[in-house]
Structure formats: structure tokens, C-alpha cells
């Protein structure tokens, strides 16, 4: 059974910084495309930034410049630092994991709060 945990979630002033944290409970994330998505209030989920296994990243523009997408194979875990924090960004994370070998595998996390507020 496969498991993604996040962690890193938390209470953030305007302007600060956070890194959120997602284990992979395989040692087999090497093949993975690790993802963080949020989801706030009263909307859809959405992609934040991706990495896939040669390390190609995306960016949804409305974090591009202040978020920043890692992984670390030997740790299996994919991070995601965000700073320059916004309330707009204020959401629940949730971290995703899409098999890049076998078509249709995909995992997602359990999700982490983030709130940013003075």
C-alpha cells in the first residue's frame, strides 16, 4: 500500500515562508511525477507546480517566482518551499504522486493546511 504524508502545513503571516514536506512510503518514487495541489474554500482544486523524474518542473502562474518545487529520490520525497506568502494562497495542500511507467497509477496525500493571515 502506498502512502504520501505531508507535513509543513501551518499559520503563516503575510510575506513569510513556508516548506511543505511529502514522503513517499515506496522506494520506487523515482518514477514518479510528484505534484503539489490546493484546495481553498469554496473552489476547485487545483495544480500548484509538478516535478517530474528528470526533473522538469511546472508552475501555476499564480505562484510562479515565489514557490519552488524539489525532490529528493534518495528521501523520496518531493518539497515545495513557498515564500512570499499571499492569503490568497491560504488553501489545503495536497500532495500527488502519478506513476510515469505505468499508465493510470496515482496516489495523493492526505492534504496540509496552510493558512496565511496578520
Known amino acids: 500500500q502506498v502512502q504520501l504524508v505531508e507535513s509543513g502545513g501551518g499559520l503563516v503571516q503575510p510575506g513569510g515562508s513556508l516548506r511543505l514536506s511529502c514522503a513517499f512510503s515506496r522506494s520506487i518514487f523515482s518514477i514518479y511525477t510528484g505534484a503539489w495541489y490546493r484546495q481553498a474554500p469554496d473552489k476547485q482544486r487545483e495544480l500548484v507546480a509538478s516535478i517530474t523524474r528528470s526533473s522538469s518542473t511546472y508552475y501555476a502562474d499564480s505562484v510562479k517566482g515565489r514557490f519552488t518545487i524539489s525532490r529528493d529520490n534518495f528521501k523520496n520525497t518531493v518539497y515545495l518551499q513557498m515564500n512570499s506568502l499571499k492569503p490568497e494562497d491560504t488553501a489545503i495542500y495536497y500532495c500527488?504522486?502519478?506513476?510515469?511507467?505505468?499508465?493510470?497509477?496515482?496516489?495523493w496525500g492526505q492534504g496540509t493546511r496552510v493558512t496565511v493571515s496578520s
Open positions: 500527488n504522486a502519478v506513476n510515469e511507467i505505468r499508465s493510470g497509477v496515482t496516489h
